[in-house]
Structures are given as C-alpha cells and as structure tokens.
C-alpha cells in the first residue's frame, strides 16, 4: 500500500487502485483521515489494538494536548477552572459548552440540589450486598438499577428526556456514593441536605451522624470540589468510550453510566489512585524506592509503576500537577503535613524522571499519582477513591453521551476484527475424534 497525501485527503492503494480518503480538520489537534469508505473502496480494515490512533466521533467538549499537557474543558485550562471556577459550575460549562450567567448557574445549582434524593425503594438495594463489599461494585449495581426506576418515562432521543437524566445523574451520584460506604461502615444513611454546596453536602452524607449536628468542613469541601473538577471529563478515555458504545445503543443513560463505572474501576484506569496508594504504602520508606522502580521497568515483572503514564499525555499531566501543588497546602491545613506517603511520593517521583526508562517511555504522573495521598489525608477511606472519580466523571460522561445522541453521523458502535483464527472446516463426530 503506498499513500500520498494532499491538503485535504489521502490516497491509498497501488497504481490504479489508488482510493482517496478526505482529511478532516480539528478547531485545534491532529487532522483525521475520514475512512468510513475504507472498507467499501479497498476492502482492507484498519488495524488499531487499542485505538492509539483513531478517532471514534466528533466533540466539542475536552481537548488534550498530551505532548503540551494541556487540557482544556470548552476552550478553558484545567489550572484555570480548578483555581476559579467550582465543581457545579464546571459540570454546566461542560454540558451546555459555556459559562452560565448568574441566573442560569442559579437555576442550575437548584435542579441539582432538588434532584439529590433517590427512590427509598433503592435503600433495599444495597441490603443484598456484602458489608465489606468494593463501593465500586454497589455503584456499579445500584446506578444500573436507576435505569428500573426511570425507565418508562425515557425517550433517549428526546432533549428534554435527556436534561432530566441529566440532572438525575449529576445530582443522586454523591448520595449513591455516599450510601455505599456508609453501608460498609454500618452506619445509617444519611439524606441529602439542600443547605449545602455539592461537596459539602458529599462530606456530610459520608462523615455526618444522625445524633448530632454537622459541622461544616470548609477547607476539605473546597480540597473535594477542586478535586471533582480535575477528574470531571477527559476526551474519549476507556470509560467515556464504554458509555458512548452502550449509548449508541439506545440503552438507557442509567445503565450506560453504570457501564462507565465498571469501566472506570480497572487499576490501568480510575482503579488507579487506589493502587497508588497501596503502592506507597508497601514501598514503606524512600530507600526501599530503587527496588520498586526497578520492578517497574522488569518486562518480567508485572508490577507498574501506579500513577505514572497515559495513553495520551507524554507530558506531566496537567491535573496532577494542580493535585501536587495543592497537596502540602491541604495537608497542612488538615494538620497532616509531612505525611510519609507524600514524601515518599515526591522522591519517587523525582528518582523516576530522572531515569532514563521513564524518560524514553515519556512517562510522567498523572491524575492518580496525588489524588490519593490528599484523599487519604482528608480522611476519605481507600476503597472509596475510585468511587469519588467516578462521582466526579459522571458529567463528563453524560455530557459526551448527549454529545453522541445529537451528532448526525453517529451509529451504533460495531468495530470490525483481524481473524486470525481456524479457517473453515467440517464437524467431526466424537468417536471419530481419535
Ligand atoms: C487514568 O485515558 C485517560 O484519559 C485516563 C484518565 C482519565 O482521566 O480518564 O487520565 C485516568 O486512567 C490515568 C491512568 C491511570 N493508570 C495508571 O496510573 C496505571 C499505571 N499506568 C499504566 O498502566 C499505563 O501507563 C497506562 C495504562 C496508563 C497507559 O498505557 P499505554 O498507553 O497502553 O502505554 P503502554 O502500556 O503501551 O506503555 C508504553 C511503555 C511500555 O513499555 P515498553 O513495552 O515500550 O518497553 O511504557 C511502559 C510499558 O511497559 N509503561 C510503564 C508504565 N506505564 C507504561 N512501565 C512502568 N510503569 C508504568 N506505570
């Protein structure tokens, strides 16, 4: 196959055989070839294990720039939103693609607010699970079940269907959460309250006792929201592409949700912030970090180092770098400063660019690297790391699964295969069998 590519297309084939594929253009970002006709023209597919290079749609919503590690979230910098903005505002910004007005923020932050409670019918829910069960796998069971409780009333082609699943999702996400670690912990529900802001109320559900009253954290809620906002969206990830492959569908929102949290589970994924912890607790003290890394880069060994690298940023990643600035700063205000985890964190940080396998591969912390340590420091229990990501993700995955419904070219997801298994034969009977 020889190709040569003009301003606006490719051609592809030999001699007369040539096809030629037209060239896309971004806002900003690589060009992408169009080659829905690939099959058709040439009879080939292409081959892309992983898609490192294929484009699965259209969107408007987050641009990364992995050799820049920029990340931006309508045209807006993450450090800009994560310093400026609050988590609700950036959920709006990134649905309806600009910053409200105060009036439209207003309304906004009551339609969440009001949304917060769920069905009671959903408590008996969680009755059936284990107490010492993953909290990703109650939200995974329990944000599918929704799709049972709002399901006559759903039209997936209706915008006005799809706004209220919406604000369902964005709103009744926390308290899920919420209600999945007070199930581990044996502790009663706590319902949502309306007097406070979105990660206040978050803390409350989770840290709040029914005997007495609660008493306002405002330093971790403010720590939890800038969090939610560095983990609110983040362009075609493992989990965002399974919701928009359940969504092409027509499935219902709930259970395409519930698809992205199974997704986000997986330790190469939102897994991750978990595993770095766990990670910096076996690694126990700074001079036990060479025997780490050196794990890390034997092809032998299976053990990775967790929070480092990413499919697209071969760059810091932006998020983690707001994360590390901030984590001394939290910490000290929580009266944690000098936690072991975080300075074995930044030594081992510091070792790994500095050897020559991590800078070869361009791998660099990502978003999981710090987000535990603060997390853990806010007193934010392990296993429930991963459960926050996802709280935190929700808009962006319904937002780019609206995304995927209102755009015109796309069709149910049905990737094509390199076959490489037995050609065609026939059935041999079993005495036959030898
Ligand atoms: C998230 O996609 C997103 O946007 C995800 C996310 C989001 O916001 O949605 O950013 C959130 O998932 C962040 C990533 C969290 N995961 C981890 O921290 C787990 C550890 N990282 C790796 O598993 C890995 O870096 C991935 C999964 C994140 C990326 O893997 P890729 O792109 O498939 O890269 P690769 O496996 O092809 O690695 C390239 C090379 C390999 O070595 P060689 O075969 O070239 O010799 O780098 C090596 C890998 O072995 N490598 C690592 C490593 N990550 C990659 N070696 C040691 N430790 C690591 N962490």
Redesign the pocket.
């Known amino acids: 196959m020889t190709e040569s590519t003009t301003e606006k297309s490719v051609k592809i084939g030999r001699g007369n055989q040539q096809s030629e594929f037209p060239v896309l253009e971004g806002t900003i970002g690589p060009d992408v070839i169009d080659i829905r006709k690939l099959y058709s023209a040439t009879g080939h597919f292409t081959y892309d294990p ?1 898609f ?1 290079s294929t484009a699965s749609c259209r969107s408007k919503i987050t641009y ?1 720039d992995g050799e820049a590690g920029l990340l931006l979230h309508r045209g807006y910098r993450i450090e800009e939103l994560a310093e400026r903005s609050n988590f609700l505002e950036t959920c709006y910004l990134i649905l309806f693609g600009e910053l409200p007005k105060a009036d439209e923020y207003k309304k906004f932050v009551d339609g969440v607010t009001n949304h917060t409670m769920i069905h009671d019918q959903i408590n008996y829910l969680f009755r059936g699970f284990r107490r010492d069960a993953h909290p990703m796998a109650v939200m995974v069971a329990v944000v599918g079940a929704l799709s049972a409780f709002y399901y006559e009333d759903l039209d997936t082609q209706d915008p006005k269907h799809r706004l209220i699943a919406s604000y369902r999702l964005i709103a009744k996400i926390p308290t899920i959460a919420a209600m999945a670690y007070k199930y581990s912990v044996g502790q009663p529900f706590l319902y949502p309250r309306n007097d406070l802001n979105y990660a206040e109320n978050f803390l409350y559900m989770m840290f709040g006792v029914p005997c007495e009253p609660w008493k306002e954290k405002p330093v971790l809620s403010k720590a939890l929201d800038t969090i939610f906002i560095l ?1 609110a969206d ?2 075609q ?4 592409s399974t919701v928009r492959l359940v969504g092409s569908t027509g499935a219902s929102p709930y259970a395409a949700i519930s698809a992205g949290i199974a997704s ?1 589970w997986g ?4 897994g ?1 912030n978990e ?2 912890v766990n990670m910096l607790e076996e690694i126990g003290t700074v001079d036990r970090i060479p025997e780490f890394l050196a794990r ?2 034997d ?1 032998d060994d299976p053990f ?10 071969k760059n810091y ?1 932006p ?1 983690a770098g707001v994360l590390k600035a901030s984590a001394d700063e939290v910490l000290d205000e929580l009266g944690k400063g000098g936690e072991p985890k975080l300075a074995i964190a930044r030594e081992l940080e510091r070792i790994a660019l500095e050897d020559a ?2 800078q070869e ?1 361009k ?1 660099f912390p ?4 710090y987000s535990g340590i603060i997390l853990e420091a806010m007193g934010i229990p392990t296993k429930m790391f991963t459960a926050i990501f996802a709280l935190a ?1 929700t808009v962006g995955w319904i937002a780019q699964w609206n995304e995927m419904i209102e755009d015109p070219e796309q069709k149910i997801g049905r990737p094509r295969q390199l076959y490489t298994g037995p050609a065609e034969r026939s059935y041999v009977p079993l005495d036959r069998r030898g």
């Open positions: 992983g490192t990364i983990h983040h362009e990830n493992a989990s965002t986000l330790p190469a994924h939102g991750a595993a770095v890390a880069k092809k990775r180092l967790m929070g480092f690298g990413h499919r697209v940023y990643d998020r396998y991590f591969r791998l990502n978003v999981d690297f993700r």
